[in-house]
């Protein structure tokens, strides 16, 4: 049993299952913010070492109903930073030593203790962390002469989990959650995302499509599973197949290359990006020397450089603003990335005006209405925010503009692909947090975002919505019978 730290009270190994012993009036009656329980286990799960560690996401027992245990994905992020090896699942609490054979019959169960179930009633509904170390592996009894260097491994993981606990324990307490309006999905990953569903359902598996469909690991993943195949390249596309491409848009020579291989080919390019290309060839169809904001590398840029690669000039900061130089400074236009932060983008643009006047524009913002929209809403929910979560990949330009958008208004912001890189410590002392997810960022993160900060104490949330986005685009051609 781990000594007793106000507000916190930690308690395991070696205490007693039933209810009413002075230990459960004790964790009953105490006033701690939460209540963690940790101590020894047996594994049952094949892929359980003497010394991993399992974070119970449910407590199951024959005498009673089973206690879910929200929030561990938060301990267990915290744990493997640590160095440890965590494995996340349901436990079993059982009232006497199961033999191998009986923990074999645990259908779904990772470990097995004789307390946990019975101790966690008694945390009644405050913050609640059961963490137990694997002493014993599955099919080893407990005469088995490897048990004591076993116990010694699995003590010491304890030992250095303690430390986990105590951060997860500093991150307790109630939290106002500030959800920023718009967030996540935007019109054009919407459609990406529907155009390789309805082409698996009407196509048939597998559908391969060139590079990211859009930059979200949740939403690859899960288009994987369906049967979607990602390549990088049209060359890894058998002849025949079905190739779509991504949502950010792809170069003339990646066009002709799939029409000289006679691929299926459906493009799920968003109707912004596509604008952006049509401004690239009317500039340079015009004898202009188009400046292009974006960054170096990423898919979009690649694609609209493609479209005019002799007439296009990449400005990446405001540096390359100052030195860029045009061989008729008189005939000249600037393009962006639509994913870009508005206000940077602005400052880099009037640097180029001032330097060029006869600079000449896009008729409309190449910055779309979703990263502008979710720009000004994360800035209004930052202002009030100590710690804001950006849900989205590190891969997602428009994800990251948004971290550096809430920085800009002074909170501290962290992008996370979802609840299980979230690290305890930063909400150490922090009343509010702000949430909000980038444009490819699927919502149901968000709720998982808001669960897990539900587990360390009660959240009031509040959406503060800027605005009502209503757009939406038409499937292509090929899809649509
Ligand atoms: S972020 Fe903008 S440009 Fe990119 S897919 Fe969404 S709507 Fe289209």
Request: charged letters at 25%; glycine letters at 8%.
């Amino acid at each position: 049993m781990f000594p007793l730290r106000n507000p916190f009270f930690y308690v395991g190994g070696g205490t007693s299952r039933f209810p009413h012993t002075p230990l459960h009036t004790l964790i009953r009656t105490i006033e701690a913010a939460g209540v963690a329980v940790a101590g020894l286990c047996g594994g049952v799960g094949p892929e359980l070492r003497p010394g991993d560690v399992v974070c119970a996401t449910v407590l199951r027992r024959e005498d009673g109903p089973s206690v879910e245990v929200p929030g561990s994905a938060l301990l267990a992020a915290a744990l493997r930073r640590h160095g440890l090896r965590v494995h996340v699942g349901p436990m079993f609490s059982a009232e006497r030593v199961l033999t191998p054979a009986e923990r074999a019959t645990l259908d779904g169960v990772l470990a097995v203790d004789m307390e946990s179930a019975w101790l966690t009633d008694a945390a009644a509904g405050r913050p609640l962390a059961v963490l137990r170390v694997v002493v014993d592996g599955a099919g080893r009894r407990l005469a088995d002469p490897r048990i004591a260097a076993d116990g010694v491994r699995a003590l010491h993981s304890l030992r250095r989990s303690r430390i986990v606990l105590d951060e997860w324990a500093r991150a307790i307490g109630p939290r106002k959650v500030l959800l920023a309006g718009p967030r996540s999905f935007c019109a054009g990953v919407e459609r990406a995302i529907d155009i390789v569903e309805l082409a698996l359902a009407q196509r048939g598996a597998p559908i391969y499509v060139r590079k990211q469909i859009v930059h979200n690991r949740h939403v690859v993943a899960d288009l994987e599973r369906r049967g979607a195949i990602f390549v990088e390249e049209l060359d890894e596309v058998p002849d025949g197949a079905t190739a779509v491409f991504s949502a950010h848009g792809v170069s003339p020579d990646v066009r002709r290359n799939a029409g000289n291989r006679a691929l299926d080919v459906i493009d799920a390019t968003c109707p912004l990006v596509s604008k952006v290309h049509a401004e690239a060839r009317r500039f340079a169809h015009e004898g202009r020397t188009i400046f292009l904001i974006g960054h170096d590398g990423h898919e979009e840029v690649e694609g609209t450089t493609g479209e005019a690669p002799d007439s296009i000039r990449l400005v990446q900061d405001m540096n390359d603003a100052e030195r860029i130089e045009a061989p008729d400074p008189d005939r000249v236009a600037y393009l962006t990335q639509t994913t870009l932060a508005v206000d940077e983008t602005s400052e880099i643009v009037e640097v180029l005006r001032a330097r060029f006047p006869a600079l000449r524009g896009p008729g409309s913002d190449d910055i779309c209405y979703a990263t502008a929209n979710r720009q000004e809403a994360v800035r209004k929910v930052a202002h009030d925010a100590g710690v804001v979560l950006v849900a989205g990949s590190a891969t997602s330009s428009n994800s990251k503009r948004l971290v550096e958008v809430a920085e800009r208004e002074g909170a501290r912001a962290y992008l996370v692909d979802d609840e299980t890189e979230v690290d305890v410590a930063w909400l150490h002392g922090v009343a509010t947090v702000g949430v909000t997810a980038g444009a490819s960022a699927p919502e149901r993160i968000v709720d998982r975002l808001v669960g897990a900060l539900a587990a360390l104490g009660p959240v009031e949330v509040e959406e503060r919505t800027t605005t009502h986005e209503d757009v939406q685009f038409k499937l292509p051609k090929e899809l649509v019978s």
